[in-house]
């Protein structure tokens, strides 16, 4: 199972997404495990999930991330602005089963 | 204008960088946050005392006797009134947390050295005493440096393995426990050194030098009319090249703003004037719908817009909107590295922050009462409750239609922008469909 963790600083508009994104799963008839945490609880997830999504909110932190996860041949990328504020669940999920293919 | 953002975009990506990965920031950030819930549920204890209606007040009185606030006291001082207490322990721990230190041992030290350096005070036939002076809000500043400080001087030993050694096979548990003993003694030891040192000085304690000479002064300044506009200018324009910043900028002020708070609650309880307008609670009053109190554009949208994608963000984000969380329309609208909209995104809380600030100075509305709310309570309800009466309700309710107000003409300008984008789309779609039709026929 594809398993995506999106990250931002208190987690509350993430876990909106969150939720859009499984409904769009859940039409799909994907399996997924997707999550929404804080920041601060990026490095002791870094090896349960497969592929780390920052709100754009904190793209600031992407960088620095990215090179922590690369270590562990993992990717942290940032979600487009837009669909992040249009809450378009299907084509974020899409953007993230991309990035781990 | 574009250019303009892309300048702000360069020069403010690397500031929140820099305050998202500064380690002292995220400590002080945390503790704080972690302490919310303690303050929230003594401000609940503090409104059932407290709350400034005369005939709750009565019936209260006559309910349960001359006595039944004293009762409720009890919660609000083990929480507002041992503040610096927590502060002590909580910045420490969460600052050595982030260094990968011993966080437990590193918090008990930094309060331990708190307490050296806060003096026990002799009763006549009770003994020594710890009182509450500088236990609240007045010992916090000391409390945060403290906290810095023990963590610092931790480190220092642990980088240069200055540790007791264990031989093998000792448990884990048990070395852990040796590690702190070095680091341990010299923390204690040096608070004592300054503990005497103070002593020699005409102010006698820390407390009252850091106080006079720091904590006041710098108070003063970040809870003032102009510091509130700094604060939130500061949110607004960090915001507008999208960097999530009410955690980050609250993070630096917080500690003042609760010092105020904690005033207004101590003056609540003995039912004295409220002596401070700027508190946390003032702030939450003015981000109605989350940062640029984008609850007022909402309005605008709902009663204006004309566009299908304005009105779409619009509903979207309305639900989440009155809770405060606004990102949908920040992201969506969007007013993030949006040349038009960031005008009044930086404008209306700097507006809504003057005529709230006047309304209250004059009278026409309460002062915040001190009491916290989660962040997420909707606008007007929030008002309501942090002055206590109606008066607050009115002027979030004024604030949103002027700031429904300042927004409209620029949401005009991106609305009718859009609205012509899908008019042509619309009507090249039509077009095609009728060329289609002649194809086939």
């Known amino acids: 199972m594809k ?8 987690g509350m508009s993430t876990s909106i997404i969150v939720k859009k994104m499984l409904e769009a799963a859940d039409k799909k008839g994907l399996e997924v495990e997707i999550k929404a945490m804080g920041l601060e609880m990026f490095q002791e997830n870094l090896g349960n999930y497969d592929i780390f999504l920052l709100g754009p909110q904190v793209k600031f932190k992407r960088d ?11 990717r942290v990328e940032v979600i487009n602005p837009m669909d992040y504020g249009m809450m378009k669940g299907d084509k974020i999920l899409e953007f993230a089963l991309n990035l781990i293919d | 204008m574009s250019k303009l953002i892309e300048i702000l975009e360069e020069k403010l990506v690397p500031v929140a960088s820099w305050i998202g990965s500064n380690k002292h920031i995220n400590g002080i950030r945390r503790a704080f946050i972690l302490m919310m819930p303690l303050l929230m549920i003594g401000s609940i204890f503090l409104m059932i005392a407290a709350f400034p209606l005369p005939a709750y007040q009565k019936f209260m009185l006559e309910t349960f006797g001359p006595n039944w606030k004293s009762v409720l006291d009890i919660p609000v001082d083990a929480t507002f009134s041992l ?4 502060v002590a322990f909580l910045v420490a721990q969460q600052l050595a947390n982030q260094y990968k230190l011993d966080s437990v041992a590193a918090g008990l030290l930094s309060l331990a050295s708190f307490l050296i350096l806060t003096p026990l005070t002799k009763v006549e036939g009770v003994g020594s005493v710890l009182t509450f002076n500088w236990l609240g809000s007045k010992g916090m500043f000391v409390a ?30 048990v070395i852990k426990s040796f590690e702190a003993l070095i680091p341990g003694t010299v923390i204690l030891s040096l608070a004592l ?5 103070m002593m020699n000085t005409e102010y006698g304690t820390i407390h009252d030098f850091i106080y006079k000479m720091l904590a006041l002064p710098l108070r003063a300044l970040g809870t003032s009319f102009i510091g509130s506009l700094m604060t939130v200018f500061a949110i607004s324009i960090l915001w507008s090249v999208g960097i999530n910043s009410g955690s980050m900028v609250n993070g ?16 609540l309880k003995e039912g004295l004037p409220l002596p401070h307008i700027i508190t946390e609670q003032f702030f939450d009053m003015i981000w109605m719908g989350g940062a640029g ?6 309005l605008a949208v709902g009663i204006f817009a004309k566009s299908r994608h304005i009105k779409s963000v619009g509903a979207i984000g309305a639900v989440p909107g009155i809770f405060n969380i606004n990102e949908p329309i920040l992201f969506g609208m969007p007013i993030i590295l949006n040349p038009i909209m960031l005008i009044p995104f930086n404008v209306v809380p700097l507006v809504m922050v003057t005529t709230q600030y006047l309304a ?7 002062k915040p009462l001190g009491v916290a709310f989660p962040w997420p309570t909707p606008a007007v309800i929030s008002g309501f409750l942090t002055v206590g009466d109606l008066s607050g309700a009115m002027i979030q309710i004024v604030n949103l239609i002027i700031g429904a107000m300042i927004y409209l003409p620029f949401l005009r300008i991106i609305d009718k922008a859009s609205k012509y984008e899908e008019d042509k789309v619309a009507e090249f779609e039509k077009e095609e469909e009728a060329n289609k039709e002649l194809k086939t026929i």
Do not use: H
């Not at chain 1, 995506?4 to 208190?10: E, G």
């Not at chain 2, 050194?193 to 040192?197: A, D, F, K, N």
């Not at chain 2, 209250?360 to 309460?366: D, E």
């Open chain 1, 3 to 10: 398993k995506i963790l999106l990250l931002c600083s208190a």
């Open chain 1, 64 to 74: 620095e991330l990215n090179k922590i996860a690369q270590e562990k041949g993992k």
């Open chain 2, 83 to 86: 503040i610096a207490v927590y």
């Open chain 2, 144 to 173: 945060m440096v403290i906290g810095i400080f023990t963590v610092s001087i931790f480190r220092f030993f642990v980088n240069r393995n200055i540790l007791i050694k264990m031989p093998d096979g000792v448990p884990p548990e």
């Open chain 2, 193 to 197: 050194l300054l503990r005497i040192t």
């Open chain 2, 252 to 267: 630096f002020v917080r500690p003042f703003w609760l010092e105020n708070q904690i005033d207004n609650i101590n003056a």
């Open chain 2, 293 to 298: 109190a984008t609850l007022s554009l909402l």
């Open chain 2, 360 to 366: 209250m100075s004059i009278g026409l509305v309460s």
